[in-house]
């Protein structure tokens, strides 16, 4: 292994984008002010940043037993926790994995728009004839749009949509997140067994791994490519 490869191992698979540069490595980087101390630092990538949270969250909820959050009563009294912690621990941690690997989905979305894009709203909707540069795209078009419509162009890839299983998940994923970002009184309220609330859902969802879901999601537009350091190594940061 040369000095620069070995460099190179050395660094955090977070980085934007580093690599090997002259005798040693070079980085994206940035400069901020901090109390009035100028500070430099190589500029992280957002969405290997949102993964590795969701991992965390994930990770996490695989060690909680769902068994071990509830409590079987006599008869009529059902079965409900002793204790809530546990569970109200599982919901955090599921609502964490849920949102951060979504947002991992919607940054990468927006970082892969060129600065000189242009999109035509009319092929959402045929009687539109406006269009979109990339501030507009990234604040005005849905993120399902974005994958089928403007990142299939971009990358020269066909749609996610051709493979079900891949978008049947994104759109799973999309709807929990939806409703966790925008909770409704329904899921605030007494209910029933007979009601669809948001936390019936994360129960029911337990064992999704959203995470490997998100990152397969990316894999589809960047996976043939080279580059993409923080894609290519994850989740080999932080593994135990």
């Known amino acids: 292994m040369d000095r620069q490869t070995e460099l190179l191992a050395k660094e955090d698979p977070r980085f934007y984008a580093i690599d090997k540069l002259n005798t040693g490595l070079g980085c994206i980087a940035t400069i901020e002010k901090l109390n009035g101390q100028v500070l430099s630092f190589g500029l992280p990538s957002s969405p290997g940043l949102f993964l590795s949270l969701a991992l965390n969250f994930k990770k996490q909820v695989d060690k909680i037993n769902l068994n071990n959050c509830f409590d079987i009563h006599p008869h009529p009294q059902g079965t409900w926790p002793e204790d809530h912690t546990n569970l109200f621990d599982f919901f955090e941690l599921m609502v964490g994995q849920i949102i951060f690997s979504y947002t991992a989905i919607e940054t990468f979305s927006n970082i ?16 539109s004839t406006k269009e979109y540069n990339k501030d507009q795209v990234e604040r005005r078009i849905s993120l399902d749009n974005k994958l089928d419509l403007i990142l299939t162009e971009i990358e020269n890839v066909d749609s996610p949509k051709n493979d079900k299983d891949l978008w049947k998940n994104f759109i799973k994923h999309k709807g929990l997140r939806d409703r966790l970002i925008h909770l409704k009184s329904v899921d605030m309220n007494s209910s029933g067994p007979e009601i669809n609330t948001i936390w019936g859902d994360l129960l029911r969802h337990h064992k999704t791994d959203f995470v490997t879901n998100s990152h397969k999601l990316i894999g589809h537009f960047i996976e043939h490519k080279n580059g993409s350091r923080w894609f290519k190594k994850f989740p080999y940061w932080k593994n135990e």
């Open 112 to 127: 892969r728009i060129p600065k000189d894009y242009k999109f035509q709203v009319k092929r959402i909707d045929p009687k």
